[in-house]
């Protein structure tokens, strides 16, 4: 099988190419962990025994941070539509570091957490923060995941792999690179509401 052919292989029954709907797949339980770990949130919340705590503002930052990088992957997007190869790369770039920055940024959260005494395990833990830290970090790890992704179309990119014609690998990332940005404000606006 030529690699053209590969590239436009559909998967029967569904009409998406095999790489499509196993990110489909992928996106579909994802949602499902985070909405298992919300709804167990409010559960155990409604039980008693919860600290309230403020959220620290740099989720706000965090949150401004994120959203700009779906901007950036998309003008990716969008130029490798146009063929203008080079913007891909730049645009690839900043997602790449924005997402860095995003990652970081919760890394320095945590640190704010501890630093008010909201511990994720011990005697001295309370549910209400374990929940925090599990939800920022089970997201912080898919989003490792989407900068893996990322990677891997900078590299295609580098070698011409990515344009009008071979659209698959960066419409794949853009699709789960907003995924992970849809899914953050989602935790992130569930935490303010319901904190």
């Known amino acids: 099988m030529h690699t053209s052919e590969v590239l436009t292989a559909k998967e029967p029954g569904t009409g998406q190419h095999p790489y499509r709907l196993q990110l489909i797949l992928l996106m579909i339980s994802s949602s ?9 949130y409010i559960v155990r919340r409604d039980e008693g025994n919860w600290l309230e705590f403020a959220l620290p503002m740099a989720l706000a930052i965090n949150s401004a941070i994120i959203l700009a990088s779906s901007g950036t992957m998309q003008w990716a997007f969008m130029a490798a ?32 957490l501890v630093a008010s005494r909201i511990f994720f395990g011990g005697t001295d833990a309370n549910p209400s923060g374990s929940f925090v830290y599990v939800l920022m970090g089970v997201h912080a790890f ?30 794949n990332a853009t699709i789960y690179w907003h995924f992970l940005g849809g899914l953050w404000l989602y935790l992130y606006l569930f935490l303010l509401l319901n904190h």
């Open 142 to 171: 898919h989003l490792v995941t989407g900068l893996i992704f990322l990677w891997v179309v900078l590299r295609k990119s580098l070698r011409y792999e990515v344009h009008s014609k071979q659209m698959l690998s960066i419409g």
């Open 81 to 112: 539509r146009r063929n203008s190869i080079k913007q891909v790369r730049i645009a690839l770039i900043l997602t790449f570091i924005l997402g860095l920055a995003f990652l970081v940024g919760q890394w320095n959260v945590w640190g704010e």
């Open 32 to 40: 499902m962990i985070f909405a298992a770990y919300t709804s167990a």
